[in-house]
């Protein structure tokens, strides 16, 4: 049986939103640029670029946003439309199945608004056309009647700015992708970038945490503030209940442990991947789709919430063949490295045991 997205975001590492985040996440969201931690150049050329279309009186390029979830596009987007001072419309992929479902959003904009979609890989083939002519030409083609008899009414729509979100740019046509004049990818963020957004929501939150606790709490958090946020959620209860309210490394710790997160973040998906790569497939290589089922999930699932961190992590890598496990992931289950593996070079005959790792690809 494979799980759905919603189970999923109910895990304590899940990168996923689940109903409590957000609720939370409102509160705990970088309102401006500034306030914005990490992803240092995306802000300053983002920065950068608003300045400028400001300063001419234009809307600025369309923003396309990449990246695994939970690093901060909506934050982004809304960022994006707080800075222009310009309302935003929100809207996703799957709610527009229609081409008139996003000709009822662009033919009601104001100049200037911000239109945010997330899950912009989503939007049905159709409407993906209208939104071509909309963000080039601010012009839509309103069809009237049927078949043969069916006239195109072009129709102007106000000047706006598309910020789009996508966990999987891949998917997007290359022909959508080059009407974005601005395009970021999130990366993951460092330990010490988590420890400054744990110690500020705590802040917002009146939790008090220890710079140990937060430092403990961000070396847990997969790279993902919406992770980080969550966890030190998880922590103060603990804190409050079992201890006096302060969060310290040793009350992190011990929350931690409680809710299965381990010390690099993974969790049981994480654990259920590399298990089934290194002990079913003996470290690769392997289809995504043939992964997904030995651990009981979403091809979908393992691709965008799981994979990225772990390849990050050393601990998978991503071959034209399939996945393949590190070393690395033998060493995290505590298990022997073997001495030959898809990553490892052939010794050459009597030179004894296999030298440097190299992955092919
Ligand atoms: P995404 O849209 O990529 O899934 P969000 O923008 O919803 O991610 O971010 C999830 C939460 O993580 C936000 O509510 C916010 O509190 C926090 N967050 C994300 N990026 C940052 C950041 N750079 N600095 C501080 N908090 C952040």
């Known amino acids: 049986m494979t799980r759905k997205p919603d189970d999923e975001a109910e895990r304590a590492v899940s990168a996923l939103a689940n109903a409590d985040d957000r609720i939370v996440e409102g509160a705990l969201r970088p309102k401006r640029l500034s306030e914005l931690i990490g992803q240092t150049?995306?802000?300053?050329?983002?920065?950068?670029?608003?300045?400028?279309?400001l300063g001419r009186g234009r809307t600025p390029d369309h923003v396309l946003l990449s990246g695994p979830p939970g690093l901060g596009?909506?934050?982004?987007?809304?960022?994006?439309?707080?800075?222009?001072?310009?309302?935003?419309?929100?809207?996703?992929?799957?709610?527009?199945?229609?081409?008139?479902?996003?000709?009822?959003?662009?033919?009601?904009?104001?100049?200037?608004?911000?239109?945010f979609?997330?899950?912009?890989?989503?939007?049905?083939?159709?409407?993906?056309?209208?939104?071509?002519?909309?963000?080039?030409?601010?012009?839509v083609d309103v069809v009237i009647g049927k078949g043969p008899g069916a006239t195109a009414i072009p129709l102007d729509i106000a000047q706006f700015t598309l910020v789009g979100a996508t966990t999987r740019a891949g998917l997007l046509p290359a022909a959508l992708r080059d009407r974005f004049g601005f395009t970021?990818?999130?990366?993951?963020?460092?330990?010490?970038?988590?420890?400054?957004?744990?110690?500020?929501?705590?802040?917002?939150?009146?939790?008090?945490?220890?710079?140990?606790?937060?430092?403990?709490?961000?070396?847990?958090?997969?790279?993902?503030?919406?992770?980080?946020?969550?966890l030190l959620r998880r922590v103060r209860d603990y804190a409050e209940v079992r201890g006096n309210g302060l969060i310290t490394?040793?009350?992190?710790?011990?929350?931690?442990?409680?809710?299965?997160?381990?010390?690099?973040?993974?969790?049981?998906?994480?654990?259920?991947?590399?298990a089934a790569l290194v002990r079913k497939f003996g470290g690769g290589p392997v289809g995504l789709s043939t992964l997904a089922v030995a651990v009981g999930e979403e091809a979908e699932t393992v691709?965008?919430?799981?994979?990225?961190?772990?390849?990050?992590?050393?601990?998978?890598a991503r071959t034209p063949r399939g996945r393949v496990a590190t070393p690395a992931s033998w060493e995290y289950l505590g298990l022997p490295v073997p001495q030959q593996g898809p990553w490892v070079r052939q010794p050459e005959a009597g030179q004894g045991p296999p030298g440097e790792v190299t992955l092919f690809d």
Not at 303 to 316: H, N, Q
Request: hydrophobic share 45%; net charge negative; proline share 4%.
């Open 249 to 274: 490394q040793d009350i992190a710790k011990a929350a931690l442990e409680l809710y299965e997160v381990d010390e690099m973040g993974l969790d049981r998906l994480d654990h259920a991947v590399l």
């Open 73 to 115: 596009k909506t934050t982004l987007a809304m960022i994006i439309s707080a800075e222009l001072g310009a309302p935003m419309r929100i809207t996703s992929g799957p709610a527009i199945e229609r081409a008139g479902d996003l000709a009822a959003i662009l033919s009601t904009l104001s100049e200037g608004e911000v239109v």
């Open 41 to 53: 150049r995306v802000r300053e050329q983002l920065s950068l670029m608003l300045e400028g279309a």
């Open 303 to 316: 691709e965008v919430v799981a994979e990225p961190f772990l390849v990050r992590a050393g601990l998978i």
């Open 184 to 230: 970021a990818h999130l990366d993951f963020y460092e330990p010490e970038e988590l420890g400054v957004i744990v110690r500020r929501s705590a802040g917002l939150l009146g939790v008090a945490l220890r710079d140990d606790g937060a430092e403990e709490i961000a070396g847990r958090s997969r790279g993902t503030p919406r992770i980080a946020n969550r």
């Open 117 to 139: 979609i997330d899950e912009i890989h989503r939007v049905a083939r159709p409407a993906e056309e209208m939104l071509y002519l909309a963000m080039e030409d601010f012009r």
